[in-house]
């Protein structure tokens, strides 16, 4: 078993009821965690496609920079630091027109400024739907 990589102990029953804001309204849901990644969910319906039926890119960015900066979030002292997006850059593979999407974060670099997340997003069938970079700036609350 690897060493986690979160700041405090968490467990997936943390997130229950956890969705705010933008991540509600999509109906995004964090629904796995492990030691050095997490994992959320987006239903792919009218709301998350574009006007030809399809996953919207857009959406996909959304979930995938909920992810990442809950994962960056999970990484640092809450009281003292907050992620924020500085960057984002998705390559779009494929299309679904139903079912979920999953999106899986993981680290390529934590460190005391910045967090860098790669985030995998793939279909109910496993298929990969987007390949994303994910970069948060870790802000300091003012004093």
Known sequence: ????????????????????????HLDIEIIEIGDNFIVGRMPVVEKTKQPYG???????CVLAESV????????????????????INANHISSPKHGNVFAKAMPLHVGGST???NIDITDDQGKRVCFVRFTALHKTYPK
């Not at 399809?54 to 996909?60: C, P």
């Open 54 to 60: 399809i996953l919207h890119g857009g959406a996909s």
């Open 115 to 117: 967090s860098v997340w």
């Open 1 to 24: 078993m690897s060493k986690s990589i979160w700041f405090n102990p968490i467990s997936i029953e943390d997130f229950k009821d956890s969705s705010i804001n933008m991540d509600k």
């Open 68 to 87: 990442g900066s809950t994962a960056a979030a999970l990484t640092l002292d809450g009281s003292k630091k907050y992620p924020v997006g500085i960057e």
